[in-house]
C-alpha cells in the first residue's frame, strides 16, 4: 500500500466515523436533566481527569464565555469541581465530582446502547473484523499519542 493510500483510507474512515457520531449527536436526549454539550464536557472530564477550560473549549468547539456558562451550572449542582491553579492563577482546572462521574457513567451507559442499535445488524464475522481491526487502530494511535506527548 503506498503512503497516498494509506492517507486517503485515513481521512475517508475519519470522515465515516464523523458521520456516525452525528447520528449518535441527533438524538434529543437530555440525561439527568442535562444537555448533550454539558453531558459531553462531563464524561470527557470523567474519562480524561481535570482539564482546563481553555483546553476543553478547544476541544468541544465552543467559545470559553460559553462553556463558562455551562460550567457554572454543572459546578452549582455539585457534578464538576473548579480550581484555580495556584502556581498561575490565570488557569482555571476542571474536573469531575463523585456525583459527576455517576451522571457521565449514565451517559455513557446511554451512549454504548446506541452504538449498539447502530451496530446491530453485523453479522458475527463482520463484528470480528471490525474489532480486531479497532484494537489495531487503538494500539498503534495510542502509541503515536506517547510518542508525541
Given amino acids: 500500500m503506498s503512503h497516498k493510500e494509506f492517507i486517503r483510507l485515513l481521512e475517508s474512515?475519519?470522515?465515516?466515523l464523523d458521520r456516525l457520531a452525528d447520528k449518535l449527536k441527533r438524538d434529543p436526549v437530555?440525561?439527568?436533566?442535562y444537555p448533550k454539550q454539558q453531558i459531553s464536557v462531563l464524561v470527557r472530564l470523567n474519562i480524561g481527569g481535570k482539564a482546563k477550560l481553555k483546553d476543553i473549549a478547544r476541544r468541544e468547539c465552543v467559545t470559553?464565555?460559553?462553556l463558562c456558562a455551562s460550567f457554572r451550572k454543572l459546578e452549582r449542582d455539585g457534578l464538576v469541581l473548579r480550581t484555580i491553579d495556584e502556581k498561575d492563577r490565570r488557569n482555571t482546572w476542571y474536573s469531575c465530582t463523585a456525583e459527576g462521574e455517576v451522571v457521565a457513567k449514565k451517559a455513557l451507559d446511554v451512549m454504548r446502547a446506541a452504538i449498539e442499535k447502530m451496530f446491530e445488524k453485523l453479522s458475527a464475522a463482520e463484528?470480528?473484523?471490525l474489532t480486531v481491526s479497532l484494537?489495531?487502530?487503538?494500539?498503534?494511535?495510542t502509541n503515536?499519542?506517547?510518542d508525541n506527548a
Fill in 13 to 16: 474512515n475519519i470522515f465515516i
Fill in 135 to 141: 484494537k489495531n487502530i487503538n494500539s498503534i494511535l
Fill in 144 to 146: 503515536m499519542e506517547l
Fill in 30 to 33: 437530555l440525561i439527568c436533566g
Fill in 64 to 66: 470559553t464565555p460559553n
Fill in 127 to 129: 463484528e470480528e473484523i
